[in-house]
C-alpha cells in the first residue's frame, strides 16, 4: 500500500483526493488514524481535513475534503440534502436486461445493519448498462440520494450485485480462467481484480470559494478519477475474453 495520495486538486478551502482501495476513511475499533486516509492525507499536507463524506475501505475513486470549517459547512449541506452530483463505475454479477432504469427501494440503516425495509428512507439509483460480457455487466451508476452501501444494495436487491461484494454477493476474485476459454494454467493463477467492484468516477457540487474553476451552467463543478489499473485490465480482459 502506497502512503502518497494522489491530490487530484487543492486549495486554501478543499482538497479532492483519488482514493485507492484498502482504506479505511477514518479509524474504527480496528485500526488507527495513522493507518486511515484521512491521516494520512493529514500527514502528507501538513494540515487537518475535515471529513465530508466517506466511501467504502475498498471502493477507489473521488473524495472532497474540507480544510476549514466553513468550507465544511458549506459542502456538508448539499451532501445532506442530496444536491451533490455523484457518477460510479460498478461491475455486476449476470447480465443485466435493462439497458437503463431507476432502482426505487427504501433503505433502513440500524447500527451497522443495511437492509431494503418500507420503513427505510426513501432511496433512488439511477443506472445505465455501459458493455455486457457473459455472465457480468458494466454499467454507470447515478445515486440520487447518500445512503449507505446505497449502490451495493440497490443492485443486489434486483440480483445482480457487485461482481465481487463478501456482504451483499461473493467475495470470490475474479480470475481470468473463469471465462477465457483454453486458459492454460501456468501455477498458481492471480486475479484480475480482487476488491469491491466499484468506482466513484465523478464528483459535481456547488463551490461558492471558486474563482478561476470553471464553472458548468448549473453552477457546479466536476472532479473526476480515472478507473484503477486493477479495474481497467479486468474490463480489458472481458472485452476480449470474455465477450
Not at 474540507?66 to 468550507?71: Q, R
Not at 455472465?135 to 443486489?156: D, S
Not at 486475479?191 to 470559494?209: C, G, M, Q, V
Not at 453552477?219 to 478507473?227: D, M, V
Amino acid at each position: 500500500m502506497k502512503t502518497e495520495i494522489e491530490i487530484i486538486r487543492q486549495d486554501g478551502n478543499i482538497i479532492v483526493i483519488n482514493k485507492p482501495a484498502g482504506l479505511l476513511v477514518i479509524p474504527d475499533q480496528h485500526t488507527r488514524e495513522d493507518k486511515t486516509l484521512v491521516g494520512i492525507l493529514k500527514k502528507q499536507i501538513k494540515q487537518k481535513v475535515w471529513v465530508v463524506h466517506r466511501i467504502d475501505r475498498d471502493t477507489t475513486g473521488v473524495l472532497v475534503f474540507a480544510k476549514n470549517a466553513e468550507a465544511h459547512r458549506h459542502l456538508s449541506t448539499q451532501f445532506e440534502h442530496s444536491q451533490v452530483k455523484k457518477k460510479y463505475f460498478a461491475l455486476l454479477s449476470g447480465v443485466l436486461e435493462d439497458d437503463e432504469g431507476t432502482i426505487d427501494k427504501p433503505i433502513l440503516i440500524s447500527g451497522r445493519d443495511v437492509t431494503i425495509d418500507e420503513t427505510g428512507k426513501k432511496s433512488l439509483t439511477d443506472f445505465k448498462v455501459l458493455e455486457r460480457f457473459k455472465g457480468y455487466t458494466f454499467v454507470e451508476a447515478l445515486p440520487q440520494t447518500g445512503r449507505r452501501h446505497q449502490i451495493r444494495i440497490h443492485f443486489w436487491s434486483i440480483g445482480h450485485p457487485l461482481a465481487i461484494d463478501a456482504e451483499y454477493g461473493i467475495s470470490d476474485p475474479l480470475l481470468l480462467s473463469s471465462f477465457k476459454r483454453n486458459y492454460k494454467d501456468k501455477g498458481k493463477e492471480k486475479p484480475l481484480i480482487d476488491r469491491l467492484t466499484l468506482h466513484a468516477a465523478e464528483l459535481s457540487f456547488n463551490y461558492k470559494f471558486a474563482d478561476s474553476v470553471l464553472r458548468h451552467s448549473d453552477g457546479k463543478i466536476t472532479f473526476s478519477a480515472p478507473l484503477p489499473k486493477d479495474f481497467e485490465i479486468t474490463l480489458k480482459q472481458l472485452r476480449k475474453y470474455g465477450k
